[in-house]
């Protein structure tokens, strides 16, 4: 994947955010695009021994549209100015806990976990983590995990979710609505020759998070 040239004509969409600035560049997004697709691929296939149900996914389902939802949103810029990857068992648009990776200029990123979860699946995280907590801890607090993504990060209550105690010792991890922990790409990462190899590790750092806040999915749709 040709890096530079995506930033360089993310960050041109970024301050040229029309329709007629987009249709004028057309050409060269539909080649990044493709380059894009043909990177997802490469990165499923390197899951795929470690993700055998991701292996089976198609590029297509675990990348965004460029255009943005306008509807309900005071910013009426027509274009988003990043490209993502969503890789989980049932693509983008399935209600699994995944992989995510970010790109747009100077706010580059990998992540991993549950976001904004329906309320059925919420609660039912909640719960997981309020009965193994000593399980989920050791996930958090595992020195490969805190050496890269540093803690779980998220939209929080500002109380206590109805059924739990102030006092619980899991409470700031009950107050969160997004379980998601992230680490930011450098240019150095981003541009190293193993990149794909290095997120693929990384990922496989972020595995037990993502298949703890998963388990309980599994329990709902029985």
Not at 43 to 58: D, F, G, N, R
Not at 109 to 133: K, N, T, V
Not at 159 to 175: C, F, H, Q, T, V
Not at 194 to 218: C, G, I, R, Y
Request: with cysteine.
């Amino acid at each position: 994947m040709e890096f530079d040239s995506l930033l360089s004509f993310l960050q041109q969409l970024k301050q040229h955010n029309t329709k007629e600035w987009f249709d004028d560049h057309k050409k060269q997004y539909q080649q990044l695009r493709l380059q894009w697709l043909d990177f997802v691929a490469e990165t499923i296939m390197a899951m795929s021994v470690q993700w055998p149900s991701i292996a089976k996914l198609e590029p297509k389902d675990c990348v965004f549209r460029i255009n943005r939802d306008i509807r309900f949103s005071s910013d009426k810029s027509p274009y988003k100015t990043n490209f993502g990857m969503s890789l989980n068992p049932g693509g983008k648009k399935a209600p699994f806990c995944g992989y995510y990776l970010h790109i747009e200029p100077d706010n580059c990123f990998i992540a991993g976990g549950a976001y904004l979860p329906e309320p059925a699946f919420l609660a039912a995280i909640r719960q997981e983590i309020d009965y193994q907590f000593n399980q989920f801890t050791r996930i958090v607090k595992h020195p490969a995990f805190t050496k890269q993504f540093g803690k779980i990060s998220g939209e929080a209550l500002k109380r206590p979710p109805k059924g739990y105690d102030a006092d619980n010792p899991a409470i700031e991890y009950l107050k969160l609505k997004t379980f998601i922990a992230q680490k930011a790409l450098s240019s150095v990462d981003l541009y190293h020759p193993k990149m794909t190899q290095n997120m693929v590790q990384s990922f496989a750092v972020l595995k037990p998070l993502v298949d703890f806040l998963q388990a309980p999915l599994s329990e709902i749709k029985k």
